[in-house]
């Protein structure tokens, strides 16, 4: 099955390298930075591998990249949105994504979805988290966190089989094992929905969900679970008996 008309629109690959980019905040003096934003489209047919594309890399290799991290995908319908909002002409790739995509957004794509796209075989493992860096890269201060606040955040696909992908190609879903769990439904629930330790759960058993993201759900359903100091010291919550007696 198709995914709607979804096709890769471009493919953008880059390494970290230093640049200077112009201040935020009405800070004085331009500072060097490290970024694997320099990515550039790619015509083509380009081979993915398990970590990233031939030629790509992340300067940030605790927070970004990895197998569960290996392509950063982007939606094209969203640049319409972004650019009416900062009144900006962003060009493909703008979002640090490796895959600009078009014929999809976050509540077309869940967790676990399994992919085709040229003989490469992808997983979809998890939506992405903005960091500062895209405020910075844009020079739009807030960029990041609107982002994060509108949900159109983008999401990550790790590789299940490597191949040769070319811009232009569609994309073929071969296997949606979890449909309720769309990107749009993950990204409620992480930044909106934060009490929901039920819902927590779910997505927890989900085996394609990322690493990074099932230690962030296990600490937060740890920290709620256990009754907090002002609880005990107040007897609203009985603390349990450990002396064995």
């Known amino acids: 099955m198709t995914l709607h008309v979804a096709k890769i629109l471009s493919i953008q690959v880059g390494k970290p390298a230093s640049v200077d ?10 500072r060097s930075w490290i970024t694997g934003f320099l990515k550039q489209p790619v015509a083509g047919l380009i081979h993915l591998r398990r970590l990233n594309f031939d030629g790509d890399g992340q300067a940030d290799g605790i927070h970004h990249g990895g ?12 640049y319409a949105f972004w650019m009416n909002e900062y009144n900006v002409d962003f ?3 703008a979002f640090g994504e490796n895959l600009t995509l078009t014929g999809l957004a976050e509540s077309d794509v869940c967790v676990g979805d399994v ?25 739009i201060n807030d960029l990041a966190v609107r982002v994060q606040q509108t949900g159109k955040t983008g999401w990550y696909l790790r590789v299940l089989a490597e191949g040769t992908v070319e811009a ?14 769309s990107i749009a439904a993950a990204n409620t629930l992480m930044h ?3 009490d929901d330790l039920l819902s927590a759960g779910r997505l927890l058993r989900i085996p394609a969900l990322s690493e990074s993201w099932r230690q962030t759900l296990l600490r937060r359903t740890h920290k709620q679970a256990q009754p907090s100091f002002e609880q ?14």
């Open 115 to 139: 992919w085709e796209m040229g003989t490469a075989k992808t997983e979809v493992s998890q939506p992405r988290q903005p960091c500062w860096k895209l405020s910075r890269w844009c020079n």
């Open 192 to 194: 909106d929905e934060q």
């Open 232 to 245: 005990r010291l107040f007897g609203t919550v009985t603390p349990t008996d450990t002396t064995g007696s």
């Open 21 to 30: 980019s112009p201040p935020l905040n009405h800070q004085v003096e331009k």
């Open 91 to 93: 060009p493909l790739g």
């Open 67 to 78: 197998p569960d991290k290996a392509v950063c995908v982007y939606s094209h319908d969203h």
């Open 168 to 181: 232009g190609m569609p994309i073929r879903l071969i296997k949606r094992p979890h449909p309720d769990w």
